[in-house]
């Protein structure tokens, strides 16, 4: 399978706990962005890494969220003490290019339950 | 406002109909734009593009106005098979020059026989 692959896809843990999640992104894709999506919502960006370089964070990215490209390949979002509302999906999605013409493809998504 | 709007809905209809979703952005800088579908628990799938000159797949109709900030898509006759959400997204031009995919919250669509 060549998409993008998400792990782990389900995760259960407690509040306070320390949570990581890693995206493999489609192998030649210089793009990677992370969303949140919760029930009856679409998908909220996190975000953004081009090749190794993150240039874009949402305000929604609290100081408890960190994300890593180290090598412009896989990355990380690492979420520190862990609240009930970071209970969502997290999706990650690639894409190939420069400029603002090309789609993104998603992973199946980790899903996050904080207990 | 949210950058990207649209109707939850649902929209319930019966299998054949005709419906249409509609869409507004808010940012004049943003380059393109597309509909995907999400179906109940899974990730999101491109459906199609959208393009200023309008673009059909099959029963499906995707109309761009970039004057309006508006974009639709139209599915003709429902299957059942395409009971899902559908998440409508620009790329919209950061502060920074990057163009991040921005979703709408998804329209929902029940087609039932």
């Known amino acids: 399978d060549t998409g993008v692959s998400q792990n782990p896809r389900h995760k259960i843990t407690k509040r306070g706990q320390n949570v990581t999640f890693r995206c493999d992104p489609i192998?030649?894709?210089?793009?990677l962005y992370w969303y949140r999506q919760t029930l009856g919502q679409g998908p909220e960006f996190l975000t953004y890494f081009q090749n190794e370089a993150q240039l874009e964070k949402s305000r929604l990215l609290s100081d408890r969220f960190s994300a890593e490209r180290p090598k412009g390949s896989f990355s990380t979002l690492e979420i520190q003490r862990t609240e009930q509302g970071d209970s969502a999906m997290y999706l990650c999605?690639?894409?190939?290019?420069?400029?603002?013409?090309?789609?993104?493809?998603f992973g199946q998504g980790t899903r996050l339950t904080v207990v | 406002r949210k950058e990207v709007e649209q109707d939850p809905g649902p929209f319930n209809v019966p299998e054949g109909a005709t419906v249409a979703f509609n869409c507004t952005y808010s940012?004049?800088?943003?380059?393109?734009f597309f509909w995907y579908r999400q179906d109940c628990r899974k990730e999101p799938k491109l459906l199609m593009s959208v393009y200023s000159s309008g673009n059909e797949d099959g029963r499906f109709t995707a109309q761009l106005n970039r004057a309006s900030q508006y974009i639709s898509l139209l599915i003709r006759d429902s299957k059942l098979s395409d009971s899902a959400t559908y998440l409508c997204?620009?790329?919209?031009?950061?502060?920074?020059?990057?163009?991040?995919?921005?979703f709408g919250r998804g329209t929902s669509l029940i087609v039932h026989p």
């Open positions: 192998s030649e894709h210089n793009r």
């Open positions: 940012n004049s800088a943003s380059q393109s």
């Open positions: 999605a690639s894409s190939l290019g420069l400029g603002g013409n090309t789609e993104a493809f």
């Open positions: 997204v620009v790329n919209w031009k950061k502060a920074g020059g990057s163009y991040i995919p921005t």
